[in-house]
């Protein structure tokens, strides 16, 4: 229950906060920047969803352990084959992409914090 809420908690304020990271970088970069802050964010918030997903399913089950290093290696897979597109295409700015997700590990950080103060 609690996880759920520090999720969409963690989803909430990396919209906001990316949204307008990348409108205010739209004026003063090229596009790219700013289309790879929100790229980057989503693949880390998908990150995210799949790991909480994962746990949530594979955690009381036998072989729960090797579903989940199954689950990171493909969504790793996943996760370079899609950046190597993009960066075929020339659409990624590596600084940018960074930046979305850096930006949205902070915020989960923050959360993670703040609910842990509130457990204790």
């Not at 229950?1 to 919209?15: E, V």
């Not at 596009?31 to 929100?38: E, G, K, L, T």
């Amino acid at each position: 229950m609690i996880q759920q809420i520090m999720i969409k908690r963690i989803y909430k304020q990396s919209t906001i906060f990316i949204s307008l990271l990348a409108l205010g970088s739209y004026f003063f970069t090229e596009w790219r920047f700013a289309v790879s802050i929100i790229i980057g964010s989503i693949i880390f918030l998908a990150s995210l969803w799949s790991i909480a997903w994962g746990v949530k399913k594979f955690l009381y089950q036998g072989s729960g352990q090797i579903s989940m290093i199954a689950l990171s290696g493909a969504k790793m897979i996943i996760i370079f084959a899609l950046l190597v597109f993009l960066a075929k295409l020339e659409i990624i700015n590596v600084v940018g992409f960074l930046t979305g997700f850096t930006v949205s590990l902070m915020i989960t950080a923050k959360e993670g914090f703040t609910a842990a103060r509130k457990n204790l």
